[in-house]
């Protein structure tokens, strides 16, 4: 990975080569799935190339239909909820084009950040961070369909 990933941003080199130690890598086919909303979150992901869809699947008319909240690219994070209790998935990943991914499983993460308490600091500071965005991400979207009802009833 030529940038620091987002979810290490802060850590010296050392730490996050630390980190990387104890992580696996997988490849995920063009079209693939990667979790569904609802799955158990046991493992965090940094998408080392490729790209991530994360969508919002609801029922339009008796079918599925998958919203696109958004694209993650590389260096960036994907299944945070794995360290986020209830850890369930809060959206559904797919890969629009073959993806590499670097895999942390919760369990390693956790004894990582009490071994290193300063490490898991940074790395929850990240994760608020990117929290907060999706947080006004989905007010937005919220706040436009709200708009739009608004505008039908009063039409």
Request: net charge negative.
């Amino acid at each position: 990975m030529n940038t620091q990933p987002e979810l290490f941003r802060g850590l010296d080199q050392d730490d996050i080569d630390h980190a990387l130690s104890f992580a696996s890598h997988m490849t995920i086919a063009s079209g693939a799935e990667l979790f569904r909303m609802g799955d158990v979150a046991d493992r965090l992901f940094l998408i080392e190339r490729g790209r991530i869809r994360l969508t919002l699947p609801i029922q339009v008319r008796g079918h599925e239909e998958n919203i696109l909240v958004e694209e993650r690219l590389p260096g960036q994070t994907v299944g945070w909820s794995a360290l986020i209790p209830p850890y369930r998935l809060t959206l559904t990943a797919t890969a629009p084009l073959q993806t590499e991914l670097i895999v942390f499983s919760r369990e390693a993460l956790q004894a990582h950040f009490a071994a290193y308490p300063s490490v898991g600091y940074v790395v929850s500071q990240n994760l608020a961070a990117g929290m907060g965005q999706r947080l006004q991400l989905f007010q937005t979207m919220w706040l436009r369909e709200m708009q739009r009802t608004v505008e039908l009833r009063c039409a």
